[in-house]
């Protein structure tokens, strides 16, 4: 018996289905004589019409074509088997032209599609491969949501893409999560770590929900979660969470012991990690290898110190605790502009100004101010923050402004914008006032032109601190005095002048000059000897 022809398919499926050629024609949006070819066997429609076509007529691509292509395609395939993925590649992608809504083809392209990305040293053809198995699988996996192995071999492919929390809950879904785990984690310490680690995520999103109900009963079933789940030894970012919301706690309550006693705790949980050696963990329970490798103290204390309970007046003794303790004054280097920027941006954040006092280092800066102050009535903050960055990096980067800076890690909390006298021409100092000599002759004069504190440490001694470091290096240097020139019209607000004021005097400074005027305020020229 004959084989049946394609045309001779299209013709009879046609006619059982009570369709002419033109109607045909029309639907497929091509002509009556192409369908009068390919029922004659006169001519072959174009790949990407096999599937319309098909669907038209009621019948799968593979019975239209007499059932005998798709034999040949999967013997083509089983041929390539031997020769491996490269090939078997090819067959699949040739197979996918003409049976584009077959399942296997595309689920043995997508596996191919894995296992070379899998197997390839380039960076990016492994992304390539990989991707594109993952669209494969995803699609699959949507339009046969029931088949669990499209879903596990998404998950594995997700994996092996490093998108580890979508692979896992994944295979968290499906009917038996454990076979689906070692499927693709295997055995072993790695299957270990990625259970806790899905363990630890859900914890996590519990906690997070308690939280969000911010009770004290909350609080209670949190603290207890952590505690069976991490056993006695916590670690310092689970800890250090759970004490300040318990100090959030204590400060709605009225209870002002049992908030500074939460807060004190929760700074030393941050603090202790610190004095941990690098590589050797106390901590036992079972989830605290996932995150010992992540964090260091000096973000979670940054992260400390931006809670905005720490600017409470009751925990004054813990922030010169933290002062004492964690502060470090060094010389401001040029590659620290950024720093010093995100610093004086912290400094302002809520005022109506940005007075960064880096109009001292260059007389045009005086000009710029002005003009801004004219176009932008009240220092409109955001209007002038791109500037004043674009000045810092130049300042600053360009290695023109220096001074000395207090830190904790690489950010900036005070800063002392200082230098050899001569270098400040724009020192709201008149000319005749300048020319009036202040030290005896052949002297070396350091000028600060302004110390600068973050609020959190503004009453506990910072200020004095960094004074006292940038006095000593001074007279390494070989300064003989320094003067300051304490405006009231550049403060922030007349306690902050006399909290600078203070801290001149505590320091040895007295008034060599009082230049107090209406326009200004009180305004002043002082100096200390270094002895």
Not at 46 to 75: A, T
Not at 189 to 196: H, M, P, S, Y
Not at 257 to 280: H, L, N, Q
Not at 304 to 328: K, N
């Amino acid at each position: 018996m004959s084989q049946t022809t394609l045309g001779q398919s299209i013709r009879r499926y046609r006619k059982e289905k009570n369709m002419t050629q033109s109607e045909l024609a029309e639907r497929l949006g091509v002509s009556v004589q192409a369908v009068s070819k390919w029922e004659t066997d006169k001519g072959m429609p174009d790949v990407n019409q096999l599937l319309p076509l098909s669907r038209l007529l009621g019948m799968s691509v593979d019975l239209l074509l007499g059932g005998d292509r798709r034999k040949e395609l999967e013997e083509r395939f089983q041929k390539a088997l031997p020769w491996g993925e490269e090939f078997t590649l090819l067959v699949s992608l040739d197979a996918l032209k003409e049976f584009p809504e077959d399942a296997t083809f595309r689920y043995r392209l997508a596996c191919d599609e894995k296992f070379l990305g899998e197997r390839e040293a380039s960076r990016s053809l492994r992304d390539l491969y990989l991707n594109r198995a993952a669209i494969h699988f995803r699609e699959l996996h949507n339009e046969y949501p029931e088949d669990e192995v499209y879903t596990s071999m998404l998950a594995e492919t997700l994996f092996a893409m490093n998108q580890r929390e979508e692979a896992m809950n994944l295979a968290s879904a499906c009917k038996d999560p454990q076979r689906a785990f070692e499927r693709f984690f295997g055995e072993g310490e790695e299957k270990r770590r990625l259970g806790q680690e899905k363990l630890l995520q859900d914890m996590m999103s519990l906690y997070g929900r308690l939280y969000a109900s911010h009770s004290r009963e909350a609080f209670d079933i949190a603290r207890t979660l952590v505690h069976s789940m991490l056993g006695e030894d916590l670690i310092y970012a689970i800890n250090h969470d759970l004490d300040v919301w318990e100090a959030e706690l204590c400060h709605e309550e009225g209870n002002i012991e049992g908030f500074v006693s939460a807060m004190t705790k929760a700074y030393e949980a941050v603090e202790a990690y610190d004095r941990i050696p690098f590589g050797t963990y106390p901590y036992q329970g079972p989830l605290f290898d996932l995150l010992n490798h992540e964090v260091k103290l000096h973000g979670a204390l940054q992260s400390f110190l931006c809670e905005p309970l720490l600017s409470d007046p009751a925990l004054e003794p813990l922030q010169r605790r933290i002062m004492e303790e964690e502060i470090t004054c060094h010389k401001l280097w040029r590659h620290e502009f950024i720093e010093f920027f995100d610093f004086c941006r912290r400094l302002t954040e809520g005022t109506n100004c940005l007075n960064f006092s880096i109009s001292f280092d260059k007389p045009y800066h005086e000009e710029v101010m002005k003009d801004w102050m004219n176009r932008y009535p009240g220092y409109a903050h955001e209007a002038l923050l791109g500037s004043y960055q674009a000045a810092v990096t130049e300042l600053v980067g360009g290695g023109i402004m220096g001074g000395f800076a207090a830190y904790i890690g690489n950010r900036i909390y005070a800063y002392c914008n200082c230098g050899a006298k001569g270098k400040y021409k724009c020192l709201p100092i008149s000319e005749e006032e300048r020319a009036i000599p202040t030290a005896p002759e052949g002297s070396k004069i350091l000028s600060i032109v302004e110390i600068m504190t973050d609020p959190v440490f503004e009453r506990v001694g910072l200020m004095d601190k960094l004074l006292a470091a940038t006095l000593a290096a001074a007279k390494k240097k070989g300064y003989t005095h320094a003067e300051a020139y304490p405006l009231e019209r550049m403060a922030m607000s007349s306690e902050a002048f006399e909290s600078l004021l203070s801290c001149y005097e505590r320091a040895g400074f007295v008034v060599v000059r009082d230049l107090s005027n209406k326009q200004d305020g009180r305004y002043f020229i002082m100096q200390k000897e270094l002895r």
